[in-house]
């Protein structure tokens, strides 16, 4: 494979997303009263547990994240609009917005926490949507389950058949596993030392992320999957 690609879809972006990802959702669980921002699955099912022992106070807080990270998916499909019409590409733009909630979020108390999450969990969704892929692989760098199915997938047709570009791609998805899991570790040591303001740790990640994709494209002739 011999293209050009957008530097969104490099391996260096999707390990930077992942460290936030991981971040993130280490913060939110730990730090915002055991809510994920990330995995909606737990809250959707935290929330029916809730709601069928009539505890509405507590399944509200798993619901309104839920809801949040839905109309983040809304918000980066939005963002398309303005793909070629400014300078900044769109991807740039949704993580722009991710900065700015996250440095909103390190600011607000922990009485407001059902907020916090909510915020959390809305750039969860613009994350999500804006960054599908490394190298044309579709690749999730805020959860883990579809990256978990495919590394094991691509394991498997390796030692099946002895599949070298299966092996590349099974680094690849367990890579991103490893540095999600990185994320939460970094996560839980800077909630210790900086309490609310370490989700700002993530605005930095996503800075860098930012100044990157100035880079427009990006040859993968000397890439990972050569």
């Known amino acids: 494979m011999n293209r050009k ?5 490099t391996i260096l972006i999707g390990v930077l997303l992942a460290i936030s990802g991981g971040f993130m959702d280490a913060y939110s669980y730990i730090f915002r009263d ?5 995995a909606q699955t737990g809250n959707i099912i935290l929330f029916g547990i809730y709601l069928s022992e009539g505890n509405i106070h507590e399944s509200i807080k798993y ?4 809801i949040a990270f839905a109309f983040g998916i809304i918000l980066a499909d939005f963002f398309r609009y303005f793909e070629n019409k400014y300078k900044l590409h769109w991807r740039q733009l949704s993580v722009l917005i991710e900065i700015l909630i996250f440095s909103v979020v390190a600011f607000i108390s922990t009485e ?10 809305l750039a969860c969704g613009i994350q999500v949507e804006s960054f599908r892929k490394i ?3 579709p690749i999730a760098t ?17 030692l099946m058949y002895r599949d070298e570009f299966s092996l590349k791609k099974t680094r690849l998805y367990f890579g991103i596993i490893l540095c999600f899991v990185f994320g939460a570790i970094l996560g839980n040591i800077f909630i210790e030392l900086f309490a609310s303001k370490a989700i700002l740790m993530s605005s930095i990640i996503l800075s860098i992320v930012f100044v990157l994709m100035f880079i427009e494209e990006f040859n993968p002739e000397k890439s990972f999957f050569k």
């Open 5 to 9: 690609i957008q530097m969104s879809e």
């Open 34 to 38: 055991h809510v994920f921002a990330n």
């Open 63 to 66: 619901f309104w994240p839920v």
């Open 112 to 121: 407001y926490n059902l907020l916090a999450n909510s915020l959390i969990s």
């Open 135 to 137: 190298y044309s692989h």
């Open 142 to 158: 805020t959860m883990c389950i579809g990256n978990l199915r495919s590394g094991t997938e691509n394991l498997y047709n390796f």
